[in-house]
Structures are given as C-alpha cells and as structure tokens.
C-alpha cells in the first residue's frame, strides 16, 4: 500500500490518504521516497496556481524533487536496477504527465527513468533530493534550442572564450546553471546578496556581483570587458530589467532565459525583439520530455556526482520526517529562504 498527501483544490487544502501503490509502465520505475524536497511551484495556491498549471485536475498528488530506492523497473529501463540509490524528477504536474501517481509527495512514486540518476553513496537523500526541479529548469534554460542553446556539459570541458551570466546565482536554480554553464566550459558571472558571494564562487564563478548595488549593470560590463556575453539565465525580481540594460550594451549572443513564464514576460519579450534581444520563458518540466533531459540526468550527472565535479546545491535544511511536515515546509519556504532548500526526510 501507498500513503500519499493530496491537495484537494488550488486552495491549498491537503489531506493524508492510503492510495494504490503506482506500477512502473514502459520507461519508467517507482521509487521508494527517502526525501522530498519542496519548491515555490508547491507552495502557490489559489487562482495564481489554475493559471501556473490549468490541466491539473483535482485532487492530485504535487511535488517535483525525490530522491530515495528503486523498488520496481519499467520496460525499457536498463541503466537502473533494483535498490538503486536515485534522485529523480516527478513530472506529475507537467501538461504531457498530469497523474497524481507521478506526484512527489507521496511514499511510492513512479519517476521517468529519462530523469533519473543514481546517487553515489556519499550523497545523502536528502541532499540528493535538492537538484532535480533545479537541475531541469537551470539545463532547459541553458540548453534547450529555444532558449540559450548553449552546448552540453561533460565532465572534461573545453575551455571557451564567451562569458554566460547568471543573475540570481545563489537560488536553486542559479546554483545549478553556475555548475552546469562551467561544465559547458564558459566562463560565469553572477549576481547574489553579498553573503552569499563566497557560495557562488566556490560552485566556479568567476566573480560575484551583488544585484542590489547601483552600479551593478556597470560592474558586470567592466567584468566582461572585450570577452562576448553567450547569454544570461535571469531569475528573480527585478533581473530582467537588468538582464536587458547588459544585453544592449555587451556583444555577443543576445539571448535571455527568464525564469518566470509569466505574460508580463512574454510582452517584454515582444519589445526586446525589435531591439534584437531574443527572451525566452524557461519551463523547468521540458526536459522530462526533450532530449535534454536524458543528457543532462544519465550522459553527465552519474559521474559529474561520482567524481564531485558537480555538486547537490543549495544546502538542504531538513525540517521534517515525514509526509505530515510537508505543509509546515511549505509555509517555511513562503517565509523565505537563502541559499538553501528546505527538504522532508521520509521514513
């Protein structure tokens, strides 16, 4: 049997619930979750969530980043065995998925084995479970052909001329873009609040700029010098605005990958286009069904883990044991965070 934790309505009502244990089908396994960890998508409720994700239909189960054992293996499936330590993304809620058996938040979940990936036995579930949602939304921005369309990672890059930028570089998703845009072999700038400055640096930043300074646009213009910008990944507040002042006055690929699909976005997008500048709104769920998730969750980050070239980042904060914490992570992560993700540990 399965216990999993319902969201009755974009209200935000939860409930605890036996439901059937999923199957895993063709390409797929289900995972025995060890950990969860939460995201702003879990934490919107009303209307803003029928807007984020109007095909969801209710209830269902939420939830993105596991991380725990394999205990069954789909047709398909030869790169994970039984009882492998893994870390995966639980597409419940993406358009082409949309089943609650999918749904992160529960003790048995059935995760793509095309984003999945064993963790070595130094990695903890519950650091483990910090990258998959950030993993795939940092790739999908990077690497997708609609939005930078940068090349891939490896584990031995070549060393590149042009400078990838990174505004919001301490978040979930900025730690992870960091990572991966020097596995590309780019150089990176990046902006954080000035305590977390020595963080980023130590994912591979070249230098840090902190975004609430008046003269940060103009700081990363020095930064770059005569080196040409091969694109900016924005996330947060304010970092289009940004993002747009540097495009226009740096050379190079004039492309911006925003994390927020919103369609204040979309018409800024529209304006930028006529200056050149191509916008693109990132979708952290596209890998699950594009050819960037398999390269990014089975051709790099098996060994980028094994070896420590890439690291599970940000920090975990473990606030529960168990499926009836996860609303109390949820209010914690509305209260804020820096530098961290809060994770539930499963028993």
């Known amino acids: 049997m399965n216990e999993a934790l319902w969201l009755l309505s974009p209200k935000g009502e939860f409930a605890l619930r036996a439901t059937p244990r999923p199957t895993a089908g063709p390409g797929e396994v289900v995972v025995r979750v060890r950990a969860i960890a939460v995201n702003p998508m879990d934490a919107i409720t009303g209307p803003l969530r029928r807007i984020v994700t109007p095909w969801v239909r209710y209830p269902t189960v939420i939830g993105s980043d596991v991380a725990g054992e394999v205990v069954e293996v789909g047709e398909g499936v030869t790169r994970l065995s039984l009882g492998d ?32 990936t064993p963790i070595p036995d130094q990695v903890t579930f519950e650091r483990a479970a910090v990258l998959p949602l950030g993993l795939a939304t940092a790739s999908a921005g990077l690497f997708e052909p609609d939005q930078l369309a940068l090349p891939l990672p490896t584990v031995a890059p070549l060393s590149r001329c042009d400078v990838v930028l990174v505004w919001g570089a301490s978040t979930s998703v900025g730690s992870n873009a960091v990572q991966l845009a020097r596995a590309s072999g780019f150089t990176v700038l990046a902006t954080a609040g000035r305590k977390n400055h020595e963080f980023v ?93 398999p390269a990014i969750f089975q051709d790099f980050l098996p060994t980028a883990l094994e070896d420590g070239r890439f690291r599970p980042m940000p920090e975990p904060v473990v606030t529960g044991s168990g499926l009836q914490d996860l609303p109390d992570a949820l209010d914690a992560l509305r209260a804020g965070v820096s530098a961290a993700k809060i994770v539930v540990a499963i028993n």
């Open 85 to 116: 330590r893994v870390l995966g993304y639980a597409a419940g809620q993406e358009r082409l998925r949309n089943t609650p058996t999918e749904g992160a938040f529960q003790q048995y979940v059935t995760v793509l084995g095309r984003v999945c």
């Open 201 to 293: 640096r130590s994912l591979g930043a070249e230098a840090v700029f902190d975004y609430r300074d008046a003269d940060v646009v103009q700081g990363i213009i020095g930064a770059l010098g005569d080196r040409q910008l091969a694109g900016t990944i924005a996330i947060g507040q304010g970092s289009l605005t940004h993002a747009l002042r540097i495009a226009r006055r740096s050379s190079g690929t004039k492309r911006i990958a925003s994390a927020y699909p919103d369609p204040i976005t979309k018409t800024r997008a529209l304006i930028a286009r006529t200056r050149g500048i191509h916008v693109s709104s990132i979708w952290g769920g596209t890998p699950t069904h594009s050819p960037i998730g």
